[in-house]
């Protein structure tokens, strides 16, 4: 009501205004003009004139500024003394205005007036004036009986200047007269001065209207602020483009809350229909106006109604600068394209700010990001946003992590939304990109480098303009690691060839690094210019490219650009002849090509001519062999599965070749520089691309050449260990050398014939696997007989052999070596070498799946001298290709042969054996390792290059995780098959011994075998079930189809079943196998496999099943069939982990330990060494610490999650908590009081460290419950206190023990420990003073003693004195307290000053 009052009586005063102005204008006519001088100086006769000029101002005309002559405060001072001592006055303030009023008529004289007044030029006055001073108006509007009338006719005079404000001179008169009116010292009629505004904003045009409310908080005092807020409030709902320069000036205002919240509420309705441009200043006024109360209820509203989309902004900019180019008279303008660009810039700028600044909007932001449920409710805006908080504040960059995390998994962020966040910023994004490839650390480049692929791919057409950007990347090439060096040509190449008349530089550039890199004779360069070339023939050969995220064919090769790809491929070939392992890679890089099926036929069909006719050149001779051969040792050919040898039967020269090859080494002088070096180096990866291009122009037939398959070798007869000894270090090398070379021979014809469906080659595959296995066992012990031997290579896109762990001993070791430093292989000793350069700079790494327990124990336990374990070998080896596990389906095979004698035919029983399961198994869990697991566990060291986690999975890295997955989810089956067989075997081999693990007739190889594949069958399902990537949305499918095939082994036949009751079958398919697992890995792996199946489940949790299992498993006697107990490092391991799994899941965890210290600890106080509990039979002296520390643990972070007492808790919920904490202490005071027996220092060091934490845990959490219940339940109190105390004595005596004995390790723990424990002292004291029961409490000294109670003989010279206790309770027996003094010490206030004085 009062607005509109205030509102209708300006709109009068808007007429009267209006109506006056002529009749102003009228009367100054008839003023007398002042005349002018030709100095420039105005004589003005009037008033106005003479009392100016005394007070010290010299009037100008034109475009001289009025002169002053003194200070501006003396001036005002000197006028103001002159109008009241004036005769007339107060009528002469009324003709100095009007004498004002008269002057300011010429729009020269009113401009100088407004504008700054110079000092004057008299040498006598330069002195007394500053050189800045205020105008004539602000000086006259300074003195308060002049001010009303100065204001008033101000405003009169700015209707003037409505249209044309802007003169000649380029000054705006109306933002002139407005700055005259700001920062006054004093304003003699506020409200007045408000009315006038406010009549004035509402008759001005647009930007006199702008200007004025955007100077009011300049021009008002404090106490106006409220009214003209609401006045603005008011006018904001009536004109919208007004909306900026109130919302300016309400920011700088000083509002009450309540009318803060209404204008705020204002605003956010026209938040929608705001123009882009005015958004930023829009949104800062709702942000800072944001309290802690509303802030998420604003945010979200705010963040619904910011339509970026529908503002031109981030989609539609990049369309629209498109559209300009093509339409010249578009809707849209270049300059209004801009602005939008511009306006979207400072938004994100004032949310940035904001964020930054105000926890409370930084606070409810993420919580409305996190409140959005579903995907269409997401905007753009949310994920720049969150990625703004994550950029500029490191304390929240976990948390805005899972929150992305969790969007993504739930698919409320989609790919579709990431894309058009990052659209309109294509320019510094692939900036960005780039300088963190150029210069950034591995996971930078690697990261940077898939992210500008997945764009080149994605949104090809807006990244070609910015391409030069991505050439620069080129001249980091030798800081790139192969595989990402393979990435950035992919990149190149993609733009490139896909819109050739704008690419045309850059295959320019791609040809010149190429040819110069393979012209290198520097391995790392060399290895660069093939991985460019093939992956430039690659693009340009393709049938297929993707392009805007769309697959496009291409039309057919011509004849020229067959031509030009064969020449590049051409000087290939030829920049390698003489390199053997760069010729090796220049295989695997075509081959690898070749494999992806995308290569132009006509080309394909040119690589397989050239490569077959190779080929069956190089490594291919005929039986019986030539007497012309040359070879080092006596030659054989071994390893045929054909019914028998015959002249012409195809024979892999592979014995000769090696020859060759050393004597090469000896007699490089003498080698042909035109001529091609054939080395077997070249072997594997020669077959791998000959079967690639066979399969690809077959459709997956072998049969051209199958004959590969069952051929034999060129070899030697293989010595037994025992004969080793007689053969000299080369001839060990060497035969370690023929050995490396047949193994991945037998490994590449596995892969090419994996696939295949003929009994008779599948037969055929089973026996190369039999082979592999049998020579890696031969190889083992050649390994351990020839120390310091280093391996030819089998991977060649690598960087460094630096850091390999190869070992090799000879001679009986003791078993517990294992730790020990091992010895860094010479490099001068590589038998196998062939070109030196690219042995320094071949890389190689050891694998993260170990081998597994049983499996160690076998080798070790089989002869005497320890066996190298082949897994620190894994770079040596050729990499299996993921469809080798489609052996795993075939679990009976036949394969026909002919009976010569009777010639008929017979068939026999093919079945996969153990060591070739445990092959397949081993291999399996190492590649689901390397995708599907993201542990920190496997992230690089610092400032070590990650490469080498990639040799070896070279081909599987190449495939996604989600492909990957898929691969392995098909492997269920055969896998559950070969799982039900273990467990029937163990289950048989018990029923058959009665139960019995050591039985006589056991056969122990056997038994560690399946041991061994059990498993690794348990680690697989692991790997896979725990894969993170089960969590997101669009894997859910693939999810359930795996657990499909688990229920379905239960009840086989069940239609679609939901994901609830697929976890529920599962997890009791996988349960049945707890009966059968013969040692403690197994039952760790499965009882790992079976939490991960209960974590997927949301409603029905399995916790009491989990802890039943675990249970069982720590309550059963591991006993290998030797009749040996299981023990060791690695048993210790996995009872640690066993014991923490049940403890997380049993029902009451003080009631378990309690059993387990009460119960069964106790059976081995006075037991012999090897003794064990009967109840617990896995609890033995030597697993005693293993059982403390998770019991210690376990109790302290229990007694962290009982939430600390508070004064307005009820009486029940007091006695409840300070029971848990009464058996708490009770089960603490009994493990503290354990090591009086087992005083072990892994006893010692966990008890020192988690005795501490319980101490401080208590001081936090576990006192103010005393504080408030004391009173009313007293005797529970004291009860707690006392176990504690004796509990606190013990943990003193620890002390003392570890300072007699000087163990460092244990003493580290002892100052933080006394003073937690003078700290409960204390605390205990201040709880009895709250209570009012300080009485109860006495000091006294506390001796230091031995984990027995014996003194300390450093203090032997104080047992003349009178020994003092400390008692913190009151006493209800003094007798009882004074006989237990006697015997034992209570107190450690004076811990500390003893422990100084020793």
């Excluded at 070992?807 to 030196?836: A, E, F, L, M």
């Amino acid at each position: 009501m009062t607005s509109r009052r205030k509102l209708s009586k300006s709109a009068a005063h808007e007429e009267n205004i209006l109506e006056e102005s002529p009749k102003t204008k009228k009367s100054r006519v008839s003023v007398k003009k002042n005349s002018i001088p030709r100095d420039g100086i105005v004589e003005n006769s009037s008033v106005f004139g003479q009392l100016l000029k005394a007070a010290g101002i010299t009037l100008k005309a034109g475009e001289r500024q009025n002169e002053i002559a003194t200070d501006g405060a003396v001036f005002q001072k000197k006028l103001h003394q002159a109008l009241r001592k004036h005769p007339s006055y107060p009528q002469v303030v009324g003709e100095l205005v009007s004498g004002l009023e008269s002057h300011i008529e010429n729009r020269d004289q009113f401009r100088n007036c407004l504008l700054p007044c110079v000092p004057a030029q008299s040498p006598e006055m330069s002195n007394a004036v500053h050189s800045y001073c205020e105008s004539l108006i602000k000086l006259l509007l300074g003195i308060e009986i002049l001010q009303p009338a100065i204001i008033r006719l101000l405003f009169e005079k700015l209707p003037e200047f409505f249209h044309g404000s802007v003169g000649s001179d380029g000054l705006s008169l109306p933002r002139l007269i407005i700055n005259q009116m700001k920062w006054l010292d004093k304003i003699v009629d506020s409200k007045e001065l408000v009315l006038t505004i406010m009549q004035v904003i509402c008759v001005s045009p647009l930007s006199i209207q702008h200007d004025l409310i955007t100077s009011l908080p300049e021009i008002l005092d404090d106490s106006q602020h409220g009214e003209v807020a609401r006045e603005l409030s008011s006018l904001l709902k009536e004109k919208t483009e007004l909306t900026v320069p109130i919302l300016d000036a309400l920011s700088s205002l000083n509002l009450d809350l309540e009318l803060l919240a209404e204008v705020r509420r204002s605003v956010m309705v026209t938040v929608a229909a705001i123009r882009v441009e005015d958004l930023p200043v829009v949104v800062r006024f709702i942000l800072h106006s944001i309290k802690a109360t509303d802030a998420v209820e604003v945010i979200s509203d705010l963040r619904k109604k910011l339509n970026l989309d529908s503002s031109i902004s981030l989609p539609r900019i990049q369309v629209s600068q498109s559209k300009l180019r093509s339409q010249p008279q578009g809707s849209l303008s270049a300059s209004q394209v801009n602005i939008s660009q511009d306006s979207v810039k400072l938004l994100f700028e004032v949310i940035r700010s904001a964020v930054k600044f105000q926890k409370t909007v930084l606070e409810a932001w993420i919580k409305a990001i996190e409140n959005v449920a579903s995907a269409s409710e997401h905007k753009v805006l949310d994920l720049i946003v969150l990625l703004i908080i994550c950029a500029i504040n490191v304390k929240n960059q976990k948390q805005i992590e899972r929150v992305l995390r969790n969007k993504i998994r739930s698919g409320c962020i989609q790919e579709q939304l990431l894309q058009i966040a990052i659209r309109h910023q294509s320019q510094e994004i692939v900036g960005a990109l780039v300088t963190h490839a150029c210069g950034g650390n591995d996971m930078e480049v690697d990261v940077s480098l898939d992210v500008l692929v997945d764009l080149v791919s994605e949104q090809t057409s807006s990244i070609v303009p910015y391409a030069v950007f991505l050439k620069s990347i080129l001249d980091y090439v030798d800081n790139l690691s192969p595989q990402q060096i393979r990435k950035l040509f992919y990149i190149l190449s993609t733009l490139a060839f896909s819109q050739e008349p704008r690419s045309s530089h850059i295959q320019d550039d791609m040809h010149m690094v190429i040819r110069k890199q393979l012209s290198s004779t520097i391995a790392k360069y060399k290895c660069t210019g093939i991985i460019g070339a093939v992956t430039m023939v690659s693009s340009m050969a393709a049938r297929r490219s993707k392009e805007n995220g769309h697959l496009l064919e291409k039309a057919p090769l011509k004849k020229e650009q067959c031509k030009q790809i064969t020449s590049l491929l051409q000087l290939v070939c030829s920049c390698c002849k003489q390199f053997p392992q760069a010729l090796a890679l220049y295989y695997d890089e075509l081959a690898s090509v070749v494999q992806k099926g995308n290569l132009d036929l006509q080309i394909l069909d040119w690589i397989e001519n050239s490569v077959v006719k190779e080929f069956e050149a190089d490594f291919v001779a005929e039986f019986p062999p030539l007497g012309d051969s040359v070879s080092l040792l006596p030659v054989k050919a071994l390893y045929s599965l054909e019914d028998e040898e015959s002249e012409g039967m195809i024979v892999i020269n592979l014995l000769p070749l090696l020859s060759q090859s050393y004597l090469s080494m000896a007699e490089t002088a003498d080698l042909n520089e035109e001529k091609r070096l054939v080395s077997p180096v070249c072997l594997p990866p020669f077959f791998r691309l000959l079967r690639l291009c066979v399969s690809e122009m077959n459709k997956g037939n072998m049969e051209e050449i199958d004959a590969l398959l069952g051929c034999p070798l060129y070899l030697t007869d293989l010595p037994e260990d025992g004969k080793l000894a007689s053969l000299s270090n080369q001839e060990r090398e060497l035969l370690c050398s023929l050995l490396f070379y047949t193994l991945n021979w037998f490994r590449e014809v596995v892969n090419a014939f994996c696939q295949q469906e003929d009994p008779e080659m599948k037969g055929r595959v089973l026996a190369r696997l039999q082979n592999i296995t049998e020579l890696q066992c031969l190889l083992e012990k050649y390994l351990a007989a020839s120390p310091g031997y280093v391996p030819p290579p089998a991977n060649f896109d690598s960087e460094t052999l630096e850091g390999v762990p190869v070992v090799s001993t000879v001679g009986p070791t003791k078993k517990n070596s294992k730790g020990r430093k091992r010895k860094k292989p010479d490099s001068s000793k590589n038998s196998c070498s062939d070109n030196s350069q690219w042995d320094e700079n071949t890389e190689a790494n050891q694998p993260e799946a170990e081998t597994s327990q049983p499996e160690k124990d076998f080798k070790e336990n089989e002869s005497g001298a320890p066996l190298v374990q082949l897994q620190n070998y894994t770079a040596y080896f050729r990499e299996l290709d993921f469809e080798v596990f489609t052996i795993l389906h075939n679990e009976l095979l036949t394969k026909s042969i002919l009976d010569t004698e009777m010639y008929t035919k017979t068939r026999e029983v093919v079945q996969i054996g153990p060591a070739e399961l445990l092959f397949l198994l081993e291999d399996l869990c190492q590649k689901l390792e390397r995708i599907l697991v993201t542990t920190p566990a496997k992230r690089a060291p610092f400032l070590k290059g990650k490469g080498s986690r990639n040799v070896g999975f070279s081909h599987l890295c190449q495939r996604s995780s989600q492909d990957v997955t898929a691969c392995a989810v098909h492997l269920l089956k055969p896998l559950c098959n070969h799982m039900e067989n273990m467990h029937n075997f163990f289950q048989a081999l018990l029923a058959e011994n009665h139960g019995v693990v050591d039985a006589p007739g056991v056969n122990i190889q056997e038994h560690q075998l399946m041991s061994s594949c059990y498993q690794r069958l348990l680690q697989v399902f692991h790997l896979l079930f725990a894969w993170s990537g089960f969590s997101q949305r669009e894997n859910h499918s693939l999810l359930k189809k795996g657990l499909q095939v688990l229920a379905h082994r239960i009840k086989p036949g069940e239609k679609e079943l939901p994901l609830e009751e697929l976890l529920r079958q599962s997890f009791q398919y996988l349960q049945n196998f707890q009966h059968s697992v013969p040692n403690i890995y197994c039952a760790l792996s499965l009882t790992q496999l079976l939490l991960v199946i209960e974590e997927k489940s949301v409603t029905n949790l399995k916790n009491d099943k989990i802890a039943t299992i675990t249970k069982q498993f720590l309550c059963q006697s591991w006993v290998e069939p030797s009749g040996v107990r299981q023990k060791g490092k690695q048993f210790n391991d996995a009872l640690h982990t066993l014991f923490c799994i049940y403890l997380e899941h049993t029902d009451s965890v003080l009631k378990a330990i309690e059993d387990i210290s009460s119960i069964g600890i106790p059976e081995l106080i006075n037991s012999s060494k090897d003794s064990y509990s009967s109840i617990y039979p896995t609890l033995t002296r030597q697993t005693f610490p293993v059982f403390f520390r998770v019991m210690m643990a376990q109790l302290e972070g229990l007694v962290r999650s009982i939430p600390a007492g508070r004064s307005s808790e009820s009486s029940e919920v007091q006695l409840e908590k300070l029971l848990r904490w009464n058996m708490a202490v009770r089960v603490f005071h009994i493990l503290v009081n354990l090591v009086k027996v087992f005083d072990s220092r892994p006893v010692l060091n966990v008890c020192l460290k988690y005795g501490r934490l319980f101490m401080e845990t208590f001081l936090k959490l576990g006192m103010p419950l005393l504080d408030c219940s004391f009173k009313k339940h007293r005797k529970d109190v004291q009860s707690l206190l006392k176990n504690l105390q004796l509990s606190t004595r013990q943990l003193h005596h620890m002390c003392g023990h570890s300072k007699i004995h000087q163990d460092t390790g244990l003493t580290n723990h002892v100052p933080l420990l006394k003073k937690t424990l003078e700290q409960f002292v204390y605390r205990v004291k201040a709880m009895l003073v709250l209570n009012h029961c300080q009485k109860a409490f006495e000091v006294g000294v506390l001796k230091n003693r031995d984990l027995q109670g014996g003194v300390i003989l450093s203090q032997a010279s104080q047992e003349s004195q009178e020994e003092e206790e400390t008692s913190m309770l009151p006493r209800d027996d003094p007798a009882e307290e004074e006989e237990d003094s006697e015997s034992d010490s209570k107190t450690f206030i004076r811990d500390s000053d003893e422990d100084s004085s020793d």
